[in-house]
Each structure stands twice: as structure tokens, then as C-alpha cells.
């Protein structure tokens, strides 16, 4: 099993930034890869970002250039930092892990991400 907590959401006016973070706790090791997703009123949720343990990277095309996930293996972190925020940006952000071996999604319970133009 593993829990994800995130923290960082909020409100923001347009052009501002904010930094994500999501905290993963019990089988650390069995996660191969952690990203975030966002969900917004009336829309699918969709992948933002996503980082392997192996370093790849993957982004939303329309964040790309304004938003960097990273991740701390030391403190079992990945953070989204989001900059040059956008009103579309709104939504809520939900931490994701990935365990490959057993096809498992795990998901933290989201935070709300609010940018006024």
C-alpha cells in the first residue's frame, strides 16, 4: 500500500505561481513512477505530469514550459512547480504512483488549484 498526501493548492491570479508537493509513505519501493493530474469542472481528469524512476519526464502539452515536476527520493517527495499559471489552470490536482508490478494506481485525495484572471 501507499498513501500520497499533497499540499500546496490555493488561490492565485493569473501569471502568479504555486509549488505542489506530494509526500508518499509505506511501499516507497514499489512505486516506478509518480505524477500528477488535475481535474476540472465538467472535464476528464488528465495526466499533467509524470516522472519514472528511471528520470523520464512527461508533460501536458499545455503546461509544457511553464511547469516542472520533480521529484526528492530523499524525502520520498515529487513536486510540481507551476508557473505563468493560466485560468484554465483551475482545477483540482491529484498526486498519482504507480506500482507496474501489480497494475495498481494509488491517489492522493487532491488539492484545489484556483487562478483568477
Known amino acids: 500500500q501507499v498513501q500520497l498526501v499533497e499540499s500546496g493548492g490555493g488561490l492565485v491570479q493569473a501569471g502568479g505561481s504555486l509549488r505542489l508537493s506530494c509526500a508518499a509513505s509505506?511501499?516507497?519501493?514499489?512505486?516506478?513512477?509518480m505524477g500528477w493530474y488535475r481535474q476540472a469542472p465538467g472535464k476528464q481528469r488528465e495526466l499533467v505530469a509524470a516522472?519514472?524512476?528511471?528520470?523520464?519526464?512527461n508533460y501536458l502539452d499545455s503546461v509544457k514550459g511553464r511547469f516542472t515536476i520533480s521529484r526528492d527520493n530523499a524525502k520520498n517527495t515529487v513536486y510540481l512547480q507551476m508557473n505563468s499559471l493560466k485560468p484554465e489552470d483551475t482545477a483540482v490536482y491529484y498526486c498519482?504512483?504507480?506500482?507496474?508490478?501489480?497494475?495498481?494506481?494509488?491517489w492522493g485525495k487532491g488539492t484545489l488549484v484556483t487562478v483568477s484572471s
Open positions: 516522472v519514472t524512476n528511471r528520470g523520464y519526464i
Open positions: 509505506g511501499s516507497i519501493f514499489s512505486i516506478n513512477a
Open positions: 498519482n504512483a504507480l506500482v507496474i508490478t501489480t497494475g495498481v494506481n494509488y
